[in-house]
């Protein structure tokens, strides 16, 4: 009987060795996939060799190996966060990644691919199949990006729409301030919220021209979240539930944002704000080189929304290491009611007690003739629910008149404030910013053209992939204001005027940026060949009316 027993096991497993090997053997001549070389490259001379399927993406191949490659967008080219450095000749760019490359990068990889020219260039690792052998290069950074579990330990209202949220690793992680993490959200959640509103979703998309990306099941989704704290024992998030239609409130019926909802959207999840103490999460980084920079500077932190929480763990790293050069803090808002009381008191004693901080609030109004001077029903609550000692420290910063009425500081937009606040006298002056598009974008342009902003001393983390370019952008602008000045051309101010509308307002802000791109050479060819410029500038800059 025993004997029977043995001899039918041993026959089983003789059967399933057999069809394994079969099964191999059938895939490797008739399967898609065939084996390939991955030679990964990074920092001090690092060189790992890896024996791969090929056919596959090589974001996925390498998430697969255990290399985890940034990508909020699930592998749809629309974060611009999985850009990876290749070393082979994988192809030029796929139509939906062009537009998160700024010109140097571009021309870098017309030089390689077409001349050999440089040392590799870089693409979006989840537009490249694996059809070859391969190298690339990963910084030391992105080696040392691990997944790990949280615990939710806290979670505290700070506005209607912003919340703070404090994990507890459930084993050490590093990181340094300014960097950010991914939450993987339930592929569950994601199917059910797809199926509640992917119809409406898909009528915004085209409603706003952007394509519309069903759920892919089997994929995951991540969310960023920029960490708010220096402190290594604690991961503190700052969330913010946003509509994907901003004229259409989520408490009004709107959906809630949420990736790859369309391209350029950020996502924005229910199931992430609706945490609850004890809950587990998974994630991985950390990720970003958002960092202060070393040496001595003058620093203008810019925050909005829930961009304020890499600023405040670089403001608290900043302060912490006892540093003494000037800090201005712009935080820009909506609304009285959008600022965190929970923090304000102590920006306001630090604005106070250190006369090297500037503490700036700028609240810019809800939607389009919203005057956010004079506070409305839900700002005086808000104004009213605070302690006596913080309403006291706000209307002594002459925010707020002493009935409890109307808003004293600052409104409008952030940009043209700055020369209020900031002269043309320090080339080291270092922009450190995080928030919506519209605010980031036109704040650098507008320190790049009145208080002269250097390139090179503007910092952020580009969760969208466009900031890059448009920073490239700006700066070209920034030439070609000269070369009118330089022209001597009767309207140049005016005309210089048009043309930023036109870049900033109709085309970046629209995330058009190839043709802002080419809208700039317009310019340029019209400048430097044409006889009748006035003339040929006003017929261009009327195709864009």
Known sequence: MITSILLSIVIIIIIMLAMAGLSELTYQYFGKGKKRKLVIHSDDDFEKKLNIEGGDKLLNTLQNKGYNIPSGCGGNA??????????????????????LFDRKSREETRQFLEKGIGDGYTRLSCQVRVD??????????????????????????????????????????????????????????????????????????????????????GIDLYRAYSIATIRSDIIKLITRVAPINPRLQIENGGVPCMGPSCVKEYFQEKSIWNLW???????????????????????????????LAPILALLDQWFAEGRKEKVYFFLGERRFQDIPMRYILKWLHRHKTDHNFKFIPVLSGAFRGDNPAELNDIDKECFSGISEEHQNSIIKHGMIDKSGEKWLGQVGF???????????????????????APMTVTVIDSA?????????????????????????????????????????????????????????????????????YIFLDKIREILSQQSDKEYCLNKLFNEYE
């Open 78 to 99: 629309t974060c611009g966060q999985c850009k990876i450095k290749l070393y082979t000749d994988m192809g030029t760019y796929s139509p939906t990644e062009t537009s």
């Open 132 to 217: 070859k052998d391969i190298d690339i290069f990963l910084p030391k950074s992105t080696l040392q990006v691990k997944k790990y579990s949280a615990r939710v330990i806290k979670k505290v209202e700070l506005t209607s729409d912003k919340c703070e949220i404090s994990l507890r690793p459930l084993r050490k992680f590093n990181f340094k301030p300014g960097q950010y993490i991914q939450i993987c959200l339930p592929e569950d959640y994601v199917e059910q919220h797809y199926k509640k509103y992917g119809e409406q979703i898909a009528c915004f998309c085209k409603e706003t021209g952007k394509e519309y990306k069903p759920f892919t099941p």
């Open 277 to 307: 103490a004890g809950e587990k999460v998974r994630f991985t980084g950390p990720y970003g080189n958002f960092f202060l920079k070393k040496e001595k500077h003058k620093a203008v932190f810019v925050a909005g929304g829930a961009g």
């Open 414 to 436: 952030i940009g043209p404030l700055l020369t209020s606040y900031l002269k043309h006298d320090d080339p080291k002056t270092t922009f450190y910013l995080c928030g919506p």
């Open 448 to 516: 790049a053209s009145n208080i002269g902003l250097k390139k090179d001393n503007v910092l952020f983390d580009d969760f969208t992939g466009t900031l890059t370019p448009s920073l490239d952008l700006i700066y070209q602008k920034l030439l070609i204001s000269k070369m009118f000045k330089q022209l001597g051309l009767h309207h140049a101010d005016r005309d210089i005027e048009k043309m930023t509308n036109i870049l900033i307002i109709k085309l970046i802000l629209r995330d058009k940026i190839d043709e802002s």
